[in-house]
């Protein structure tokens, strides 16, 4: 099973203009997560829209693919870059991991927790959850949150929360059931990533502003494996400012 981590870096942002390479103490943010997630899957690159992120990406030593300005998602990136990247190399990946490019410290337990799913050759798309601990994040609707059957495959993802308790005060939920965020991380079989690319937006995914509801709807399956470790993003100016801090 040969594995690629593709990395989706664009430059326009609307809260935060140029974040792949705003400085976090001497290094670019696209480095920190391009060398981080290089000590776990050997085949790294960064998919991007500007030459000024692959500029950086070539200044360290790293590997990057043009792709598409107009894409919707990192999910349609990732699908272009692993094309590119197998044309130009003569290379064939089975697996592609989808890392979002706003996680400077991406934890190393994450990307071996997500690869490790692929062990099991049915599985079609993975990603991470985790215990939610704050009653705030259940009706947080930034923090989307998911449903998992006996298998530990998805349901339904939503920011809502869900399930709905009835009968009990909202600051109790927590007590009468165990709720889980959705970490955003990927994998998926490469086969699949094509293919659901090529999927029509789903009423569900709309709705909810989440695209994963459109695999759902067309029937994949989303393994997920439940992680204890938090992940950190960067968005706005101020989160740059903290995790400076860190």
């Known amino acids: 099973m040969k ?18 390479l705003a400085d976090i103490n001497g290094k670019t943010m696209i480095r920190r997560v391009y060398e981080r997630v290089s000590d776990v899957i050997d085949n ?14 070539s200044a360290f030593g790293g590997i990057s693919v043009m792709t598409n300005k107009n894409h919707k998602s990192g999910t349609d990136r990732c699908a272009e870059a692993v094309v ?3 044309k130009q190399t003569g290379e064939k990946f089975d697996v592609v991991i989808n890392i979002q490019g706003d996680e400077p410290f991406i934890h190393k337990e994450h990307l ?3 690869t490790s799913c692929f062990k099991d050759k049915k599985t079609q798309i993975a990603t991470l959850i985790k215990k939610i601990d704050d009653i705030e994040d259940v009706f947080n609707p930034n923090k989307p949150k998911v449903i998992i059957n006996n298998n530990k495959e998805a349901i339904y993802f939503s920011r809502s929360p869900i399930p709905f308790i009835r009968g009990a005060e909202n600051n109790d939920w927590l007590t009468e059931h165990c709720f889980y965020k ?9 086969d699949v990533l094509l293919n659901i690319t090529k999927l029509e937006q ?16 067309n029937s ?11 992940s950190v993003s960067i968005d706005t ?8 801090k860190i």
């Open 112 to 114: 071996d927790l997500l």
């Open 202 to 217: 789903s009423s569900l995914e709309q709705a909810e502003s989440l695209e994963q509801n459109r695999w759902l709807e």
């Open 84 to 86: 590119n990247y197998e």
């Open 44 to 57: 790294v690159i960064v998919a991007t829209d500007d030459s000024r992120i692959t500029n950086e990406v």
């Open 3 to 20: 594995i690629i981590g593709i990395i989706p870096a664009r430059y326009s942002s609307t809260r935060l203009p140029g974040k792949p």
């Open 182 to 190: 959705h970490i955003g991380i990927y994998g998926f079989k490469k």
């Open 220 to 230: 994949y399956k989303i393994k997920t494996e439940i992680t204890d470790i938090e």
């Open 237 to 244: 100016k101020d989160d740059l400012v903290k995790i400076r």
